[in-house]
């Protein structure tokens, strides 16, 4: 019987790129699972879009990524013209990157000789394209993957996905994880939603302060710009009395990131990572320019 884990702790379900104390892969797993494409787009608008992704090997960095995972069947993730910036999750379907969003970002971006503030960060402009880019995808597949392996949710599966998307995120090598995760909290910052109280899905601000909530408890030096520590309070930080819970002085397992974390070590599913790789993956510069 499989156990019924809460949002936080789904983290599971794709965390083999977490511990270097993980177990290793069963036996019978060979290979990955992981299929990659990219759609011609019939907007000749958006077919720079394409060229730069395909350059750039977007799909191929992730398909590599996610080469440790072991998956009971072929979960496929494309890039493709959708006719809007995202398309809606449905069982048995690719995970799909829009070039619309992509695009998107491209043109809310600051200038390559600008900066923009986050609290008291700064965001490049390759920081705030690549970071909403990783999120999305491996939000994405997060969903992809709790529905391959059947895995119940307790509390909103779009907070558990954000949940695996930072946790793995925070995963790469220092410097790649900041970028990221910079990038994709100056996304949601920006995003402009109203707050409607019979909406099923979180509200943008709380993906935001949650997203950063992770970040704080991972590493509370290096994300420390986001907290308003002896300074006044500037748009974007992470509030003190947020902060206090997310870092807590408690034992790190009572923290957000704590909790996913515990959740990996207690209930990781060994049969779907390949150890070896894992490690090999995780040493890798994902931003580095080949």
């Known amino acids: ?61 992730l398909e590599k990524f996610l080469s440790p995972l072991r998956l009971p069947r072929e979960l496929v993730v494309r890039a493709a013209q959708c006719g809007g910036i995202s398309l809606p999750p449905r069982a048995g379907q690719p995970v799909t990157l829009c070039f619309e969003f992509v695009d998107q970002l491209e043109q809310q971006a600051p200038p390559p000789d600008d900066v923009e503030t986050l609290g008291a960060a700064f965001v490049t402009r390759n920081m705030a394209i690549v970071g909403p880019v990783v999120h999305s995808l491996l939000h994405d597949v997060a969903l992809a993957v709790f529905e391959i392996l059947e895995i119940p949710v307790w509390g909103n599966i779009v907070d558990g996905a954000d949940h695996v998307a930072a946790f793995l995120m925070l995963q790469f090598g220092p410097d790649v994880a900041q970028k990221t995760i910079f990038g994709t909290a100056l996304y949601l910052n920006k995003l402009d939603e109203s707050f409607d109280p019979q909406n099923v899905k979180p509200h943008v601000l709380q ?34 009395e947020r902060a206090a819970r997310c870092l807590s002085f408690e034992p790190s397992e009572y923290t ?35």
């Open 1 to 61: 019987m499989r156990a019924i884990v809460s949002a936080g702790a789904l983290a599971l379900a794709i965390a083999w790129a977490a511990a270097a104390a993980a177990p290793a892969v069963a036996q019978g797993a060979k290979t990955s699972n992981v299929r990659i494409s990219y759609e011609e787009p019939s907007d000749p608008n958006l077919r720079p879009v394409s060229e730069r992704l395909k350059q750039r090997q977007v799909l191929e960095r």
């Open 207 to 240: 993906r935001y302060y949650n997203i950063l909530c992770m970040a704080v408890g991972h590493d509370f030096v290096r994300y420390a710009a986001l907290i308003p520590y002896k300074r006044a309070e500037e748009p974007g930080d992470l509030p003190f």
């Open 256 to 290: 957000e990131y704590g909790k996913v974390r515990q959740a990996f070590v207690a209930l990781f599913l060994e049969e779907y990572v390949d150890e070896v790789l894992m490690k090999e993956i995780q040493r890798i510069d994902w931003l580095k320019e080949d």
